[in-house]
């Protein structure tokens, strides 16, 4: 799948070590609409979903039930197009590069503004984004081959399947980012420290293990090579929502498109994340 961007790569580039500000600014003008992984180090980024107050408390408890893929950040008021806890300057009809429209559960269209969807009874959902914990693996000198070719992370569904919540179900979506043998300890160890952005991997190696046929073939970002020395390690990803919504098909709802994600003020180990790390951890022991 080709990425789109107004501009290509080159735009993509420019944006690399700007502040929050700047690619805020490009993304409501519309002048960005590409994958933000590597945008904004040290910012939290987040999935979105935004559904019918009648639905938000199923999908809720489906987030808290399933932690790993669906690490809950941020609940919106019912009608507020923004987060509280997570940045002043918000607006979520506008702060994603390219959203997605799900009519009856099936994808309907794409849109880069949402203002004309956002209903008085919206409720948006923040779930943790593995793009967060990126800084802290590319500190340590661990590369990220989707970042270095400017692709969306390659992102699977799996036969492993999430607690069912109400009328949302559905197998494990994971995202994969190959990664030599000798780095894998400290790769789990610094991702450990990231619960809330989906923390250590589900699963290393043998991609068929968990159901995916052809790991050249993602269903949902790009492909990626993977060099001989390296092995694929997969992660919990947020994508597993929309495939619940879908299951779910409630009459509306918006996300994030794939790799297209809310960029928060919030840094990436601030105390709030913290103490929901915390918590995390005490229900997924539960």
């Not at 993509?12 to 070590?17: A, I, T, V, W």
């Not at 699963?203 to 001989?228: K, N, R, S």
Request: hydrophobic share 35%; glycine share 8%.
């Amino acid at each position: 799948m080709a990425q789109q961007t107004i501009k290509g790569e080159a735009e993509y580039s420019s944006l690399l070590n700007q502040p929050l500000e700047s690619v805020r600014d490009a993304v409501r003008a519309q002048a960005y609409r590409g994958h933000t992984a590597g945008l904004c180090s040290g910012n939290l980024q987040c999935n979105l979903v935004i559904l019918p107050r009648a639905l938000a408390d199923d999908f809720q408890r489906f987030c808290e039930t399933n932690p790993k893929p669906c690490p809950l950040v941020g609940v919106s008021e019912p009608g507020r197009p923004c987060f509280q806890d997570l940045g002043r300057n918000i607006d979520l009809r506008t702060d994603v590069p390219r959203y997605y429209i799900y009519k009856d559960g099936q994808r309907a269209g794409q849109s880069h503004d949402i203002s004309d969807y956002w209903q008085d009874d919206s409720v948006a959902f923040a779930i943790g984004c593995s793009f967060t914990f990126e800084g802290a693996l590319a500190a340590e000198g661990i590369s990220l081959r989707h970042v270095e070719l400017n692709r969306t992370v390659p992102m699977y569904r799996t036969n492993i399947m999430t607690k069912p919540v109400g009328d949302f179900s559905g197998p494990m979506v994971v995202s994969m980012r190959p990664m030599k043998q000798g780095d894998l300890q400290k790769v789990c160890e610094i991702c450990a420290r990231y619960p809330h952005s989906h923390g250590e991997p589900v699963h290393t190696g043998d991609p068929a293990a968990i159901g995916i046929g052809d790991i050249g073939a993602p269903d949902w970002g790009e492909a990626v090579p993977i060099a001989e020395d390296e092995v694929p390690v997969f992660w919990g990803c947020g994508v597993t929502s929309q495939v619940a919504i879908g299951n779910a098909r409630p009459a509306l709802c918006i996300t994030h498109a794939p790799g297209c994600m809310l960029i928060t003020e919030i840094n990436e180990t601030s105390t709030m994340l913290k103490e929901q790390a915390v918590a995390l951890e005490h229900e997924t022991s539960l």
